[in-house]
């Protein structure tokens, strides 16, 4: 999974708003890793599968906003 780090105003240093938001979302995937953890587990295919779906629009999410907020080589 890749982190989508930095600021989202495009401004070289990251507000504290933007700096919780990260740490929000940090939390709320490790949350839905374990769960998908615990769901393949105890052989939950239903689950794991929807945890899985949850997780990897994420990841593209978080890729998406990555390459967005790159500033391009002139």
Not at 23 to 45: F, N, P, Q, S, Y
């Amino acid at each position: 999974a890749m982190a989508v780090e930095g600021p989202v105003d495009g401004s070289p240093y990251a507000g504290g708003k933007d700096v919780a938001r990260t740490a929000k979302e940090a939390e709320a995937m490790h949350i839905i890793r374990e769960a998908h953890a615990l769901a393949t587990e105890h052989r939950d295919v239903a689950t794991a599968s929807l945890l899985e779906v949850w997780i990897d629009e994420a990841e593209k999410r978080a890729w998406f906003l990555f390459e967005a907020s790159r500033v391009p080589a002139h």
